[in-house]
Every structure is written in structure tokens, then in C-alpha cells.
């Protein structure tokens, strides 16, 4: 088959995306596709007729720096002055492959809205349609879809730059953008000293924030493949919280896969796992986060990935791993899955 991998894009996961996507091209040409790496937002300038032969050596090295990329250097490497987000001929060439694996992270990318283009246009595309993917994203949107499906989720509330006041501080909170991915603008604030200033750092990042009950305990992560939940992987940063640094600099976390978890406690956060992937509509594959709060003993759910990352560090190959499929395996069985749809 001929694979357009899509990285890149301008979402603050960027450099995820990309380091995501030359493994998932590394792998899927280990076992004999032919799979090419495809920035979304950066194009391609080149004979689209030879496309396709491009067989040059693609690095699995990481490219994620210990902060986010700036996305507005990103903009001004592109050297051209219009803010679409489809590079030069990106659209044609995914109308021309058999199938494009959407290795994209973050928004404009996991939030429907390239999954919509696709549809329109006709392109097979890997992973949740559109819908599934706009809810998964919006954590405001996927919380409600979790208290109306019985999901425990932590007390939280929305809101928006400008559009109200900042609402008073009532004890320890996690303040976030309400759309991001990554930990990207995540605080944790324990006292109202650190509140004001969490509250403009999760602005910078986007115009809608959600405050959220802090809860303390043990973090837990589930991934879906199909109709398989995997097991449950632990994550034990060794400082901090798991934010960005945490999640992709080597040797920042432990993670335990299968978690250390008894039977019951096993099954309860699985069943939780796939009753959130079906209440969002998510397909193929996804990733649904958790925290075992030290208190009450209960699962509560942090939040939903309907494009988890794919770096060779991510939690979803290490899942899919513990049950014996070997990273490649993994990427054409999400192919496989895919073609399903359609």
C-alpha cells in the first residue's frame, strides 16, 4: 500500500506529531509498506508522480525539546503569508494514497476538524471520525459525555477569557486549556498565590480554560485497540507532575505496565475505559487516562486521547506491548481496523 503518514501541523504537539509519525513510517516499512512521511501544514513542493518513491532513511530519533514549539517561528518557516493550514498539495497527495495513518497530536488535528476534510473529500483515513474526535478534545464537552454515561470525573468549571471573572479559589485545583494536549499550560495550584498566575499561563494557550478539583493519588492510563482494552500502565513521574518534560524526556517517569493493581481494581477501570471510548464515539483506537484517588479508593477520569502519541516512549505501544504486539504490528493493525469503516 501507499501510506502518507501526516505530522506536523501547528498544534503546541507538534514536535510530538513528528517524532510520532517518522516511527510510525520506520515501522510500517520494517514490514514492507510503503509508508511516507507528510508535514500537513508544511506541504510538499516536489513531482507529486514520484511522491510515492521517496525512500529516504527516516530517523526514529526524538525531536521533542523539554518545551513546546514555538508556533509562530513554525508559521514564518513556511515562508508563505496565508494561514491555511494544508500545505502546498497535502490534499492531493492524501487523495492520492491508499490510506493516510494521522499521526497529528493536539489541535487542529485531533480535533475533527482534518478528519471532516477527509470525509468530504473522500480520503481513508486512519482512527475516530470526526465527531468522536471534536468531543474527545473539548474537555468540557467529553466530562459532561462522562457524568451522563456514570463515569466519576473530578468537580470542575469552564471558563472563558474575557467573557467572566476569575472564580475564587477554594482549595488545591489543576487549571488547563480546555482543548490541549500534552500537558501543554497545565498547572497544579495549591495555594491562591499560584492561582491568578496559572490561570493566565492556561490563556496563553487558548481562550477557553477548565478548573478542575484536584485529586491526589495514583495515575493510571488504558488504552483500546479495537475491541481489546489493554491493560492498564501506570505513570510515576519521578518529580513533578506529568507534564511535558515528564511525558517525553527519557528517564523522567516509570512506567509499570500491567499496573500494579488488583483484579477488581483491573476490571472497574477497564470497564471505565471502553464506557468513555463508546460515550465519545471514538473509534479503532484511543487512550482514556485516570487517577485512583488515595481517599475514596475510586477511579476517576482525567480525560480522553483519540490520537494517543506513537513515539517509541508513548503509553499505547508499551500497553499493546504487554499483550504481544510489537510496535509495527501495532500500527498495521490500526490500519486494519481503519479500513473497516469503509
Known amino acids: 500500500?501507499?501510506?502518507?503518514?501526516?505530522?506536523?501541523?501547528?498544534?503546541?504537539?507538534r514536535d510530538v506529531s513528528l517524532t510520532s509519525s517518522r516511527n510510525i513510517v520506520k515501522a510500517l516499512r520494517s514490514i514492507g509498506e510503503n509508508a511516507v512521511l507528510l508535514d500537513v501544514f508544511m506541504g510538499y513542493e516536489g513531482d507529486l508522480n514520484k511522491f510515492f518513491e521517496n525512500d529516504e532513511e527516516v530517523s526514529a530519533e526524538s525531536l521533542i525539546g523539554l518545551v513546546d514549539p514555538s508556533i509562530e517561528e513554525i508559521k514564518k518557516a513556511r515562508g508563505v503569508s496565508e494561514d491555511e493550514f494544508f500545505g502546498k498539495n497535502v490534499l492531493k497527495i492524501c487523495k492520492m494514497a491508499d490510506f493516510v495513518f494521522i499521526g497529528l497530536h493536539g489541535e487542529d488535528g485531533e480535533d475533527g476538524k482534518v478528519q471532516a476534510a477527509f470525509d468530504l473529500l473522500g480520503i481513508k483515513y486512519t482512527g475516530t471520525g470526526c465527531l468522536g474526535s471534536a468531543l474527545a478534545m473539548n474537555k468540557y464537552f467529553s466530562k459532561q459525555m462522562m457524568v451522563a454515561n456514570g463515569v466519576t470525573t473530578a468537580?470542575?468549571?469552564?471558563?472563558?477569557k474575557n467573557g467572566n471573572s476569575v472564580p475564587a479559589f477554594t482549595g488545591p485545583c489543576v487549571i488547563k486549556p480546555c482543548s490541549g494536549g500534552s500537558s501543554v499550560g497545565v498547572s497544579i495550584v495549591e495555594s491562591e498565590s499560584e492561582y491568578e498566575n496559572a490561570v493566565k499561563k492556561a490563556f496563553k494557550y487558548e481562550d477557553e480554560i477548565i478548573?478542575?478539583?484536584y485529586i491526589k493519588g495514583r495515575e493510571f492510563s488504558v488504552g483500546v485497540l479495537g475491541d481489546t482494552v489493554l491493560p492498564p500502565i501506570e505513570i510515576i513521574p519521578k518529580d513533578?507532575?506529568?507534564d511535558y518534560e515528564n511525558k517525553y524526556q527519557a528517564d523522567k517517569t516509570i512506567e509499570i505496565c500491567p499496573a500494579q493493581l488488583s483484579d477488581e481494581q483491573t476490571k472497574i477501570v477497564q470497564l471505565s475505559t471502553k464506557r468513555v471510548f463508546d460515550a465519545l464515539g471514538l473509534q479503532v483506537y484511543g487512550r482514556i487516562d485516570f487517577i485512583l484517588n488515595e481517599k475514596d479508593g475510586k477511579f476517576y477520569c482525567l480525560?480522553?486521547?483519540?490520537?494517543?502519541?506513537?513515539?517509541?516512549?508513548?503509553?499505547?505501544p508499551q500497553e499493546a506491548a504487554a499483550i504481544g504486539i510489537d510496535y509495527p504490528s501495532l500500527c498495521m493493525k490500526i490500519i486494519t481496523l481503519s479500513?473497516?469503516?469503509y
Do not use: C, H, R, W
Request: no cysteine.
Open 240 to 242: 513533578g507532575f506529568y
Open 155 to 160: 468537580d470542575y468549571t469552564v471558563m472563558k
Open 339 to 341: 479500513g473497516k469503516k
Open 211 to 213: 478548573i478542575e478539583q
Open 1 to 13: 500500500m501507499n501510506i502518507v503518514v501526516l505530522g506536523g501541523g501547528i498544534s503546541t504537539e
Open 303 to 316: 480525560e480522553a486521547n483519540s490520537l494517543p502519541g506513537m513515539t517509541q516512549m508513548s503509553l499505547l
